[in-house]
């Protein structure tokens, strides 16, 4: 896919390959990156090219809307069945709960918006009823909510309630008279909110609320609610009698979706409509569960929807290259300024530019490994494989610090690569400004992304309490502990490396900069860092335990900001080590060899960010840390010849990027301006510059 | 226009100011905040709350196309003639300069499609005339301009080329004969793209292009340029002969003005219709200017066109400012999430909520004080008052420093401000996310940032090396310099402060943390970063000054990451100068109290975000260094019980705003909710929580 154009940009550059045996071999590296099902990403990657799933920039809000339900009626209707990977093989799906998320990111190369519809009906609607129904619900509900027949919507969030969702104020009142539910939505702020499919197409919802039986709560359950006739031809007409809503209106990105609020007034549900996996009511309105504890119960009904989560991660990743690709193919191509010789310089050979784009390529390759080993997690738990309780805690934490970190780290890299690309970064043509608009949202929705690096964080400490807690029982565990948290050098399941450095490098000499290059000083790092941050702030909280709740709530408040740090740390440990195990599995030695520095630069811009922390901690010496920068600036002028190597091996086509400036146009201008000028001189006719001239005289 | 909700908000909180005489004085400082034109101001800002400028949302592109133009010409029917304040008295205007660029910036809170085809037509289109014209051409051709009966383009950039002005393609060859300019594009990158008013109203342009006349190329010239006929009804029929272009179509935002693309193929353009305030051709062809040197009349040429940035500027500032509004009233009524009681939190209660906004508010009140000084530099030049060469050129770095720090500030708040309000800053209906799509290119227009902070940092360098280069003539001159450079403590034109502070305040026990919140230490910590670090770089930079070229690209590639964040380094202090000149005209003790924590904020921020350098530079001890942060919180802290008043002292109301989570409706909404479940309580009808009964057993 690399131009001719590009290599001659390339070869222009001062920092050209010295040979072709040097460069990446694109081919192979795109073929690793498709990970464990490279089949499914294939085919989906194929489907995201179609045509007839892009996302049209002409069509009003309202028609975009349409053609969005359309297209999901086409994916229903191809016969490779991707959307039903997640759902039971004995109702037409393939068990493959990984295989699902990996193909589901890579819809947001087609449009985000019908990205996100898909997701609310199979990966929230439908998975509520999967993860939270009985079998017997799964066989009666699921089918209509596979083939669409029922378009639903996910009706967990309130105006008033997003991030508590144990908060929430609709209420399922058990009438034992009739054996139903009764669904009351009391005041304005527990109306549904920010719902997709519910401003029109929905013809039923999952909906949370505080199941009441007997005189007492017992929490946030799900309820399946017909909220819609279905007319004659199979679309939604009115509401039904009790339920009521309005549409959210324009929103600022994935206008394709009908986004709305629901509310209900006495509206009637059957018993058997409680979907019943984590606690139902018999007839007489005695309420059972196979999990006692209510706060337990909530997190894992909560937890079994993790998968929004996960696939947002991938989707954020895959936004992020579609950007980057972007931004450095017209980088390699546009010339602005004159450089030293009479030709205008690439923009992609000036300094600013590299550090602009290139990090953020070596975050993506990180990005895209930790997601990988995500869905690995993933799979492990919900194919029933290695579905423990620790496994499920470790893949939420994982999925809330990679969810909060990748879903930032693509809106920051959309928007430089806008700017990168100048104005006609601005244009609706050149996707970016689409792109961008579309993800904002993926910031919030599935767990704002500073809520989420909190329960990062608290998971973390509370880690790290118990096993002090367990540790300072005797001596010998004290003991023991103080060893084990200087000497493991295995990974935690999170990622969370037991390692203290307590002794600073300071005046070491083996600590010399060329050290910053070797990995393990990376890891050490970067895990020292996590592990001080977490140690740090479970100290400082510990008074709170014992404190009145006005002191404890000061003391959490003091800590807050450093919590959210240390989640994001541990976010940033975890994609290095995913790069890094990833190195290993590359044969080719050259392309092994670049992309271990691009893992470096990864490393060291995210110690480079910190190096405060670093250096108030006695970690780098100020000799050493003088020299991250310069040796982060000569790794980016290293990778300038293989930037557009390293886009390409994402595997986008144009049918991906879908961007007028990365097509060539560029480069073609540019032959042309320049062609124009050299007949001109070659012509004699040129005019004479007034400028040379008068350094003449 | 604080609410009673807002004031519960705040007495709920830990953090209540003690007294009411403890309070801003918010009807004090917004007048103050008015500035040097406060009339001018409040009528612009009446304009900007006037429903008929408003942006309406609604709108297909094409129908907001043509409603900004309808808007324009109900501004011009007006009687305050706001739009015209720049121009001459002698044809209607006010010859106002700096209140005209004052009132334009009010203009972003109406609609900044609004506000930009405003100043394509006026600020760029009519300047051009004006600033490049000569009497005889601004009597002629400016009455048209002003009144609309000529919609016009400023046809500069190229495909080919934005920020290299110089190197356009468009050439415009004088023929005796006929005594015409020939207008041509020679090759599509010469094509004029991004044009607003180019696509669809504008039927002349100023036209740029390199004026060639008896085989000599003059450099870049302005030549009036009629490109469509004009209909029967005013309107802008098809291109006049010669003339052609295309819509750039679809943007990102903006979507209110028709930019589009223009070329020429041997339009005829009379020798009367250079702007020939700067060169002339006689009807010879001989070409005569009044300056000599194509260089420097090339950048006075676009100097005289400075205002766009200056205005974009101030923009920038109050569009950051309306998302801080929205998000902080909205942050002081929405609660989430239990506190220490029985109530939920107010979100502004959160120790990362104040984090992700007061630091913002206090950067905003920095460029809005900056702003105010930019305008009085722009008004002593174009008032003509001090219109001197050494005026003109700290003007240009001046509006370049701040144009491309307070565009990126304001991008980077209004995602910050969508993120801080969850899924409802994701509403079109609450604002924020239409606002930054709309405020996005201001990063790029009138001088791409990136660009714009490396035009500030070579100016700095150049400042430096002619005053090195002076005082080393003799060694008594030397000596001077040096003696200057470490005692000199007034402001330079620039800011730029002549401090150095070579010794480290390590051990230094007067350095404790509590010389932090000393105006004199933050002032020293910033004017000696940026002094610093522009020796550094013109340093490394000279031996690139005898280097082959090859070389001399290498060392200025090496540096020009430094020159960015040198430009960066100098708007911080611009900024932090401007503020604090300001409170020495706050009298209201308790108002100039609480402003300089927003002072102290803006300033200790500025330096905890550039930590590393200090501690690097040894110009903080880690002792010290530890403090900053710590400071800055139990500032943030402080400011929580004032965060509403802060904003409500920019003076917008509810008909600037325009969001509906900003209006109150929020508070309403707790407040019924709350009134439930009291209600309830009191009832004796309350369930009983699961959770509850499983504790008392």
Redesign the interface.
């Known amino acids: 896919m690399t131009t001719t154009s590009d290599r001659t940009a390339q070869h222009d550059s001062?920092t050209s390959p010295g040979s072709a045996d040097e460069r990446i071999d694109v081919g192979g590296l795109s073929e690793l990156l498709l990970g464990r099902w490279p089949e499914h990403r294939r085919a989906a990657r194929a489907r995201a090219g179609d045509p007839r799933f892009h996302k049209d920039?002409?069509l009003?809000p309202a028609e975009h809307r349409e053609r969005t339900l359309e297209q999901m009626r086409e994916m229903v209707a191809e016969e490779d069945k991707l959307s039903w990977l997640a759902f039971p093989e004995r109702m037409g799906g393939l068990d493959q709960p990984g295989a699902n998320l990996a193909c589901f990111s890579e819809l947001v190369a087609a449009d985000p918006s019908l990205q996100i519809k898909a997701g609310v009906q199979w990966g929230l609607f439908g998975a509520a009823i999967l993860h939270l129904g009985t079998p017997e619900q799964q066989d009666r509900l699921l089918p209509a909510a596979m083939d669409l027949t029922v378009p639903g919507a996910f009706a967990m969030?309130e105006?008033?309630?997003?991030?508590?969702v144990a908060?929430i104020?609709t209420t399922a009142t058990y009438d034992p008279a009739t054996e139903e539910f009764v669904l009351d939505t009391?005041?304005?702020?527990?109306w549904k909110?920010?719902l997709g499919n519910a401003a029109q197409h929905a013809t039923a919802a999952t909906v949370f609320a505080?199941l009441?039986t007997n005189?007492?709560?017992?929490?946030v359950h799900c309820f399946y609610v017909p909220i819609r006739e279905t007319l004659a031809d199979g679309s939604a007409g009115p509401f039904l009698p009790g339920v009521g809503g309005e549409d959210?209106?324009?929103?600022?990105?994935l206008r394709g979706i009908d986004n709305g609020r629901l509310h209900f007034s006495g509206v009637r549900v059957p018993r058997a409509d409680l979907l019943a996996r984590y606690g139902s009511v018999a007839p007489d309105g005695t309420?059972s569960s196979p999990i006692?504890?209510?706060?337990r119960r909530f997190f894992t009904m909560l937890g079994s929807l993790v998968q929004g989560r996960v696939s947002l991660d991938g989707s954020a990743v895959n936004a992020a290259k579609i950007g980057l690709a972007i931004a450095v193919k017209y980088g390699a191509e546009r010339r602005?300024?004159?450089?030293?010789?009479v030709d205008?310089m690439v923009i992609l050979?000036?300094?600013?530019h590299r550090?602009?784009l290139f990090p953020r390529i070596a975050e993506a390759y990180a990005g895209h490994f930790a997601n990988e080993r995500l869905l690995d997690l993933f799979d492990d738990v919900f194919s029933g494989e290695h579905d423990t309780p620790e496994n499920r805690e470790d893949l939420e934490t994982t999925a809330a610090a990679l969810k909060s970190t990748s879903t930032a780290f693509a809106?920051d890299t959309l928007?430089e690569c806008?700017?990168a690309c100048?104005?006609?970064?601005?244009?609706?043509?050149n996707r970016?400004?689409?792109l961008?608009?579309d993800l904002?949202?993926y910031?919030?929705?599935e767990g704002?992304?500073?809520v989420l690096a909190?329960l990062v964080a608290k998971r973390l400490v509370g880690d790290y309490g118990r096993e002090l807690k367990g540790a300072t029982k005797s001596p010998a565990g004290m003991a023991r502990f103080v060893v084990e948290r200087a000497a493991d050098a295995a990974l935690h399941r999170t990622g969370l490396r037991r390692v203290t450095q307590a002794l600073a490098d300071v005046g070491d000499p083996r600590r010399a900069a060329g050290h910053l290059r070797d990995a393990e000083t990376q890891r050490e790092l970067l895990a020292d860092r996590v592990a001080t941050m977490v140690e740090e702030v479970a100290m400082a909280l510990r008074p709170a335990q014992k404190a009145a709740?006005?002191e404890?709530?000061?003391i959490l408040?003091?800590n807050?900001?450093a919590l959210?740090e240390a989640a994001r740390a541990h976010a940033d440990l975890l994609r290095w080590e995913a790069f890094t195990d990833a190195l290993s599995s590359i044969e080719d030695p050259a392309t092994r060899r670049v992309m271990t520095w691009v893992r470096d630069v990864f490393g060291l811009t995210v110690i480079e960010r910190n190096?405060?922390w670093y250096?108030?901690h006695g970690r780098l010496s100020?000799q050493r840390?003088?020299t991250v920068t310069g040796y982060v600036?000569r790794l980016l002028l290293r990778l300038r010849p293989h930037a557009v190597d390293l886009v390409d091996a994402w595997g986008f086509g144009q049918e991906h990027l879908r961007a007028k400036i990365a097509s060539g146009a560029e480069a073609?201008?540019?032959d042309?301006?320049r062609a124009?000028y050299a007949t001109r001189r070659a012509s004699g006719a040129a005019?004479?510059?007034?400028?040379a001239?008068?350094k003449k005289r």
Chains 1, 2 share one sequence.
Do not use: C, M, W
Request: proline share 5%; hydrophobic share 30%; aromatic share 8%.
């Open positions: 001062a920039e002409t009003t969030t105006t008033g309630h997003g991030s508590d908060s104020g009391p005041f304005r702020g527990a909110d920010y505080q009441i005189g007492v709560d017992h929490g959210d209106g324009l929103k600022g990105g309420y006692d504890s209510p706060g602005q300024f004159a450089g030293p010789g205008e050979d000036y300094a600013t550090r602009r809106l928007q806008r700017e100048g104005g006609a970064g601005f244009l609706t043509e970016i400004t689409s961008r608009a904002d949202v910031a919030t929705f704002d992304n500073t909190q709740p006005a404890a709530a000061r408040d003091e807050q900001v959210v190096l405060t250096l108030l100020d840390a003088r600036d073609e201008r540019q042309e301006a124009y005019p004479v510059s007034e400028k001239l008068k």
